[in-house]
């Protein structure tokens, strides 16, 4: 393996699975996952009418915790969602589906969250990952895990028919969100004046839970009237303002710089270079918010092919581990280790999603808990060769004084454990 | 100098401990436990068991060899040759009592000197890597219809079955929920591996001080903190579950930190006093359980006769092998010494292998689980030479 595949497995990918067959050209490798269609099927697909149904039944009939419908759902989507990031062929892609759901982040911190987690990812994310980035905004803003997370299935035009008669007001939590960590960031220098006025703009984007199939509702009874100004840009009333809306800030030139700023932040270094970040700034504001333009353009960094600096989350560290063995999707319980080592599966603390530095998951304990759980994990190597598997993951990233310790280990799980511990097994 | 077999008898009277009562629970044979625990990375035997009164001791190794019996922090005598390393005084006071019994210079039928491979062989029962393990053949080999456990008769304890328990007859694997922890040495390691790292370096060692892991635990001067998968836990767990009157009869233990290269004085009294509270504790959890049961202890290979230019050993030979249990007719140190001379020494190396570590297991095996010579021959193949070793079960 030459270092530049060894590279471009793990920084754009979800480390090798096994003895999987090397590309030829790392690069071309990469590239032609954003061109071919991702690959990703499930035997019982997620989707917002199941999960929201789930929730309902459960609401009426309030069944005790172990018979809940949607923890139900949620476990058995959340695993198969980690099986596929194990076997999947595409790699790339499902980074980027995991990029881009963190940035959308929904949690089922908030109540309802959970039954929808999956339908957010396949019918919100996953189909946008190479399209524009207008379409994803509008698909996550319309769809009901967004609308539940962030409150706005309650927020009312005060002015609104439903808003009178109700005393029901304005819920700007989504706008604000939407506004600070979806698209223009406070790079874009708004003001209070610009999120009440968006907020007023998103009234009436709801979830109805009664409909059949239940799911998005725009509720014009409850959307505030009248033209609202947002960024010196005025947007009228109704739904198509505020798609409206949604496509003029996904278009800004400060969303450009913000996405750019965390792709690079996410592929290349914490400390994102200027230049690369520029470059990718200049090809989002040049395709006018193509995703795939983008992606394709983060493989064509000279940064993307300088050492490995990024540490892995958890989340990329245990899904990496099961790949280097080789395991079948099933035998691990991913979905328990992750929230175990302090990352469990959509449920991030804050709208902002999981940190993308090493500082926030280098936590003393957090390295530690990642050696027990290795530790127990590195019991699966069985009779398998440690220095084998560890050249097959890692190729010529292994540093000789690993190699060395792994050879003097008193055991296959001693030496397993030091080869998934070492710190360039750490790094992506 | 040559000390035969049972020569090293200790000097205690053999059916002085044995009631009535043990004898009376012994009725069935499917009521018979089995323990095997696997010392993985390689026991010193000559540190575990130390044949102190041969001469030859001191020259190879006398930096790292205990006070004699007596003395304190001594050896904890075993008949005037032999002395127990006084981290492993409950085992002193299981032999003592007559439950248990060392053999010592015992080797496998295998010489090679990797971990790995000396494993795989260990476990698979042969001088080759088999898809089986030989406990795994054992519990194959059993009368079948005994039991209603659709588990199986055997268990693994621990995060994964060993090879030795794995094939086709079933097992039950168990283990506490949440993260294990590795030994104290490991931890060492991989902090030794991460220190240059920025991120991960200093992260670990905090992370490791912060949880009272001191330079002096991961040194192996003082103990680690509690650690719920530890290998009292994990044998205090197994003597319960097989305990049990519809209990597993068969089981499997692990415990590694034994490869002591370097600093040995330092490292091994910890993980020998992990194994020491380990079989103390499977007995308390065995509780009446006990009388029907044998334990194996047993290791890869031994270490070099000679210590090393770090103050400790490599890997070698011939080694100690353990047997314990109610059913054990213990209170000796059954061996045929080689002596220490350097033309004594294995490749003037190691300490020469007298006994086949399968002669042992073959005579727990036909002596207390009363498997025959056919049976005994799957479990082992191409043993037919190696006959079962004798008087290792009370009768």
Redesign the interface.
Known sequence: MDIRTAQALVRFGLGRRGAEPLPSDPAAWLLNQLHQPDPTRFDDQPTTAKGLTALRDDRANKPPPGESQVAALFKAQATAQLGNAVTTPAPFRERLVWFWTNHFVISRRQGGCAAVAAAFVEEAIRPHVTGRFQDMVLAVMRHPAMLLYLDNAQSFGPDSPLGQRSHRGLNENLARECMELHTVSPLAGYSQADVTSFAKILTGWSVDLKADPPGFVYRPTAHEPGVQTVLQQQFPADEAGGVAALRFLANHPATHRFLATKLVRHFVADDPPPDAVRAIEWVLRDSEGNLGAASAALVRLDAAWQPLKK?RTPQDLVVASVRSLDLPPDVVPILGILG?LGQPLWTAPAPNGWPDR??DW????????R???A???A??I??R??LEVADNTLGPLLRP??QE?VR????????M??LL???EF?RR | MNISRRTALLGLATSATLGGANLALAAAPTDKRLVVVIL???LDGMAAVVPYGDPGLAALRGPIVPPAPGQPEGLLDLGGFFGMHPSLAGLHGMVAAHEALAVHAVAGCYRVRS??EA??YLESGADH?MTSGWLNRVVAALPAGGSARPEGEALAV???VP?LLRGPAQVANW?PH?????APD??A??AA??QH?P???P?????????GFSAAVMAGDSDAPKDK?AFPTLARAAGEMLRAPDGPRIAALEI????T?TAQVRRLPGVLKQLDDGLVALKTGLGPAWAQTAVLVMTEFGRTARVNGTQGTDHGTGTVAFVLGGAVAGGKVWATWPGLAAEQLFENRDLAPTTDLRAVAKGMLAAHLKLDAAALGRVFPGSDGVAPMGGLIRV
């Open positions: 540490l175990g090493a500082a280098a936590a003393p304990e957090a390295m530690l808990r050696i027990d759980w530790s127990g994990f019991g699966r069985g009779d060769d440690v004084e690993t310790a003097r280990a008193g055991s296959r799980r001693e030496a454990t030091l511990t070492s710190p750490q | 993985r990375g390689a971990h790995f494993q795989d890597r621990g995060v994964s090879l283990a949440g993260f294990s922890q590795p490991l931890y390691t991989i591996l991460n790292d991120v991960t370096g992260a670990i060692a905090e992370g490791l001080r912060a949880r998968y590694g930190g034994w490869d290269h």
